[in-house]
């Protein structure tokens, strides 16, 4: 077997120090994909050392904005130059459709054109009033260093984006350790970085596991900052192993999100069935493996029978399949770790007194193609309550709970009851109350007659257990960067505070 060069450090890829491959799985068929090199501990600490020279005694830190402007203008016409090849790589790898692979093209490069223009966009600092005409005081902004990224299986590219984007316009150097299960379409992304020009040791990949890559890269203390994208049990490690060396740490650590429906927005036909079939997508695309999928229906009682009648017929119709297959609606799980997790949640609910709509278990071999694939069907469990692991946890998976709810009060406090805060839609025709549920929601994004939409002008992130930290908007570029204030006083005296 040749040895697999996956792994990008200053400047050259090249296979794992210890020669170590890892197959990837196609989650459609089970089958191998494709081999990659399984990086460690030596491979990890060259590609942080080549982001430190770089960052310390290189250029790029200390480039123009125009000309790392002009970079990620760049990066963003050659991803649509592949655009079919990273978006088949991206449904390949992950399992999810095409057309799903495309939106994530289009949208990395609207990301990387959107932190383009932000910097060129920017003055030079804020100029604070010292109180004095003697004084000149300037906040600057400056590129935190060398950036450790940390990224997970359900949307590869995108995730990698709203990382590297934002640090490179900043100045920064880094180290990428993508998903173990889905690293293909960042190594593709890598490769695009280098066309652009990007200069050797500036951007660095090591493909391998979360530990030890990932854990290597969270403690590394030459490594300034580290962006977690994962689970929660990952993420409070990753912050646990840099609080050693005290490095910043931004954290997306998924969601419980609820798509509380009033019975307001289901008065006409048109409404009901727009309403519903949001409600699928929130909680069906890409198998529920979204960290903000509306996976808690809240709907008011009053319409709930009509509604998850609806649903769960709707539901039952979605069409399975390799997310190549023209007509798939949607893919397989990522992995049969996924699988057994879906299953697991849905055996616990049922255990617990949920009742099942539809779905509940994988299709059968017969209805689906490949049927070696991690396929699970679309489930609704109804009956659900707050007590219940499936509504507590995130399932990642194809599984949409129904709660019920009497009076606004009750929907806010059924949507605010989670440890995590990431996302929620609020379904109403009654302005007010569609602006006052929305004030009153403790998630980072709050969708009003809409489920998923998001930009990259603004803010993604979470309240609670979803995070630390925004990623996309202003703030987004802000995390990867230091504030200095540089106070500068025209005319020096002595202050005389001691007498001799
Ligand atoms: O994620 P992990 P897993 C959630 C989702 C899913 C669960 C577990 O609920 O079922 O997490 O998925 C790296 N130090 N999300 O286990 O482990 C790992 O190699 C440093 C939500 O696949 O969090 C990968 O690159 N890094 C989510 C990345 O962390 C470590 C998306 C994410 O993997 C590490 C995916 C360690 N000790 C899963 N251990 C979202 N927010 O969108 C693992 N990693």
Redesign the pocket.
Known sequence: MSAVETIHVNGAWQPAASGAQREVLDPADAKTLALVAEGGVADTDAAVAAARRSFDEGTWPRTTVAERAALLRRVADLLQRDREAIALTESRDTGKTLEEGRVDVDDVTNAFRYFADLVMNESGGRVVDAGSPDVHSVVVYEPVGVCAM?????YPLLQASWKIAPALAAGNTFVI?????TPLSTVHLMKLLVEAGLPAGVGNVVTG???PV??RL?EHPDVDLVS????L???T??ME?AAASVKKVAL???GKNPNVVFADACATEEGFDTAVDQALNAAFIHSGQV?SAGARLIIEDSVRDRFVAELARRAERIKLGRGTEPGVECGPLVSAA?LA?TERYVAAALAEGASLRCGGSRPEPSQIRPATGYFYSPTVLDHCHGEMSVVRE?T?GPILTVETFHTEDEAVALANDTEYGLAGAVWTTDAGRARRVAGRLRHGTVWINDYHPYLPQAEWGGFGKSGIGRELGPSGLNEYREPKHIYQNLAPRPVRWFGG
Not at 150 to 154: A, C, E, M, R, V
Request: charged content about 20%; glycine content about 18%.
């Open positions: 940390i990224t997970p299986w359900n350790k993508p998903s173990e299960v596991s979360g530990d990932g854990a969270a977690f994208t994962g689970g049990a990952s993420g490690k990753v192993a997306e650590l998924g960290c996924q997790k995130e990642f």
